[in-house]
Antibody, heavy 118, light 113 residues
């Protein structure tokens, strides 16, 4: 069974930083691309970032470009999202989601909540 | 960016009756590899999204056969043949053809009438 477990969320002031982690199990992590997708409270889904299996290819949504950095450690089966210069509109539940050649996004974690507020 | 527009936004359905959700993209979704990366996700209350359908009509593993997807070009449909209580939630379409970014529809909330 595939499990993706996010951590690192919390309350942070505007302008602050936070690092999210996602630990994967039940899949050959090093063979899968990975994504971060977020959901603001009561809102829909917004794709945030993508990283290929070998970290060679990385993409960001325009809304986070220059502020967020995605990375991974295949030896630790882990995905990360470094979030800097956080704004109130970054407040959301952040999901780690596995990539998929056929569906682009496959499995989802349970999410970690990031709240940006003073 | 490709805009995905779903309808209806709210869908009250009687148990055992069919349900249909539409999704329209702002441009055609056929990829240069010949595939159409249009999928559907289900998000039950309080849960993470779950992949239901990929490439228009392929059910993901474990998805009941009462769920089906169809469509082509810019118009796509998710159908539930007979709604059950466990189907309550929000349904999202997503395109993965013209990316980045992947883009989602705004969601359709299915409730029991």
């Amino acid at each position: 069974e595939v499990q993706l477990v996010e951590s690192g969320g919390g309350l942070v002031q505007p302008g602050g930083s936070l690092r999210l982690s996602c630990e994967a199990s039940g899949l050959t992590f090093s063979s899968f691309s990975m994504n971060w997708v977020r959901q603001a409270p009561g809102k829909g889904l917004e794709w945030v970032s993508y990283i290929s299996s070998s970290s060679n290819t990385i993409y960001y949504a325009d809304s986070v470009k220059g502020r967020f950095t995605i990375s991974r450690d295949n030896a630790k089966n882990s995905l990360y999202l470094q979030m800097n210069s956080l704004r109130a509109d970054d407040t959301a539940l952040y999901y780690c989601a596995s990539g998929s050649g056929s569906s682009r996004i496959g499995f989802w974690g349970q999410g970690t909540l990031v709240t940006v507020s003073s | 960016d490709v805009v995905m527009t779903q309808s209806p936004i709210s869908l009250p359905v009687t148990l055992g009756q069919p349900a249909t959700i539409s999704c329209r993209s702002s441009q055609g979704l056929v990829h240069s590899d010949g595939n159409t990366y249009l999928g559907w996700f289900q998000q039950r209350p309080g849960q993470s999204p779950r992949r239901l359908i990929y490439q228009i009509s392929n059910r993901a593993s474990g998805v009941p056969d009462r769920f089906s997807g169809s469509g082509s070009g810019t118009d796509f449909t998710l159908k539930i043949s007979r709604v059950e209580a466990e189907d309550v939630g929000v349904y999202y379409c997503m395109q993965g053809t013209h990316w980045p970014p992947y883009t989602f529809g705004q969601g359709t909330k299915l409730e029991i009438k």
